[in-house]
């Protein structure tokens, strides 16, 4: 039989490896086929998350992050995720990113579930707190996460760690339609002569609203 020489690329291996084989024997050695490995991890550990809820003195419930299969895992039954509030993560974070994060005080949220039940059809499932965004402002909050425990599974080892940022959004935040006149000074103030004047029908988010615009604003539902 005529063989060739391939040029495999392998996951984590710097550079190129030749093997010679067979048209229809490819030999991989001892490695076991990822689909076998049923690996959880969170989906924004590698950049962080983000957050944001409404300003109110009430308790509400909002998305924190995401916990997920490994892509290539193939999970054939349940696998039960415990998920830990883990405050080391956000200090680590600190120490390693020059960072000033605090974490969010215990007494004013909690994880709606630290257990989270992830299968072959429902691969990622989000991790949900009741929170009183009037306890979380004026600091950069974050919450940092870590996966305690997989049954019928493993823990990741690159993204068993997160650190999700926590905001509570501005009163007025949101998408305006701004409609009116737009003044342009011949100068640094609005009693400087008038440069031009134009016409203003379109939509803006709010804090990019022009200070020199009289205009007649509303704010769009949602």
Excluded: W
């Excluded at 995401?66 to 120490?95: C, H, M, Q, W, Y």
């Amino acid at each position: 039989m005529r063989k060739k020489s391939l040029l495999i690329p392998l996951l984590f291996i710097a550079g190129m490896v030749s093997f010679s084989s067979c048209k229809k024997d490819f030999v991989f050695g001892d490695i076991a086929p990822n689909t076998d490995r049923v690996i959880v991890e969170f989906t924004d550990s590698q950049n962080g998350g983000t957050s944001s809820v409404d300003y109110t003195t009430s308790l509400i419930q909002a998305d924190l992050t995401e916990v997920r299969l490994f892509p290539r895992s193939v999970a054939r039954g349940d696998v039960k995720v415990k998920v830990i509030v883990n405050p080391t993560v956000v200090a680590d974070f600190n120490t390693e990113n020059g960072t000033s994060y605090i974490s969010v005080p215990a007494t004013s949220y909690s994880l709606e579930s630290n257990e989270i039940t992830l299968t072959q059809d429902n691969r990622r499932q989000n991790i949900k707190i009741n929170i009183k965004p009037s306890l979380v402002v004026g600091a950069p909050y974050a919450i940092g996460l870590s996966i305690a425990e997989v049954t019928n599974g493993e823990v990741s080892e690159l993204h068993h760690n997160v650190l999700v940022e926590v905001k509570v959004k501005n009163a007025y935040e949101g998408d305006y339609q701004a409609t009116g006149t737009m003044v342009v000074y011949n100068g640094s103030t609005n009693t400087s002569p008038i440069a031009a004047t134009y016409s203003i029908d379109e939509e803006q988010s709010a804090g990019r609203m022009r200070k020199e615009a009289t205009n007649n604003t509303k704010k769009k539902a949602g």
